[in-house]
């Protein structure tokens, strides 16, 4: 037996970060790889286009980045509690929810974790997160910065190992984070249903099933598992003849 809830996990300016930098990611790419690979592809016409929008979309992803730190950093203030692994997260938490990922989640059981305006991410998006956001993201920003400014940034460009080094780098980050985004747009879809966890990134708000009979349904569980989190102090009830 279940009632459905809803928790406003996403506010407006997460959500406003959040597709700036996907649509700017997705661009990096296209145009990326038309001007890694200019005579064999040709997405968006000139080779020079290629390299315009690009550089457009570097600048839109920049941007997005300090909407993204400036909010947690100073509105917020809680930067490292939402994207920093605790030490029960390396202990356990980690290797929990790879077993919900590998094996739980095919036997239909719900995810040991859930989200709260305090804590979004699992253990593993925790890990993830902090290497894309802290080191990834920002040195793919930096590298891409120097190549847009070889010339005014000559000093930098030589003391950082030299334009083809840089090239190199960056092309490198770029595959790593396309990768990324390959494996979060697979894991978004492993929700209650494949939309499940789009929509408050959309709306702000995520439906949640508030579970009556946990210890009782989950009594015969792996050892390990542990059913959804629940935090009442969060969530909004929906009404029967609202439920979708």
């Known amino acids: 037996m279940s009632d459905k809830t809803k928790i406003y996990l996403q506010p407006i300016p997460i959500r406003v970060w959040h597709w700036l930098n996907a649509f700017g990611i997705i661009t990096l790419a296209v145009t990326g790889v038309q001007i890694r690979f200019p005579e064999t592809l040709s997405f968006l016409g000139s080779y020079q286009t290629a390299i315009r929008v690009h550089n457009t979309a570097g600048l839109i992803v920049s941007f997005s980045f300090l909407i993204w730190f400036f909010y947690y950093a100073t509105v917020k203030s809680n930067l490292d509690d939402i994207y920093i692994p605790n030490q029960e997260d390396i202990k356990h ?32 998006q925790k890990a993830a997160y902090l290497v894309v956001m802290f080191m990834l993201e920002p040195f793919v920003i930096f590298s891409g910065l120097l190549l847009m400014n070889v010339t005014p940034l000559r000093v930098l460009v030589l003391m950082t190992g030299g334009i083809k080094f840089i ?13 990324f985004l390959c494996t979060h747009v697979y894991l978004a879809t492993l929700g209650a249903t494949p939309l499940s966890y789009l929509k408050p990134m959309i709306f702000g708000w995520e439906e949640v099933e508030e579970h009556h009979e946990v210890a009782e349904e989950h009594q015969d569980a792996p050892r390990g598992y542990r059913p959804v989190r629940h935090y009442p102090e969060c969530m909004q009830h929906i009404p029967d003849n609202q439920h979708s």
């Open 93 to 124: 938490g980690i290797v929990r929810q790879l077993l919900y990922y590998c094996f739980w989640y095919f036997l239909g059981r719900p995810s040991p974790f859930h989200a709260t305006p305090k804590v979004k991410f699992n253990p593993m």
């Open 167 to 179: 090239v190199a780098l960056h092309f490198l980050l770029a595959c790593s984070l396309v990768a």
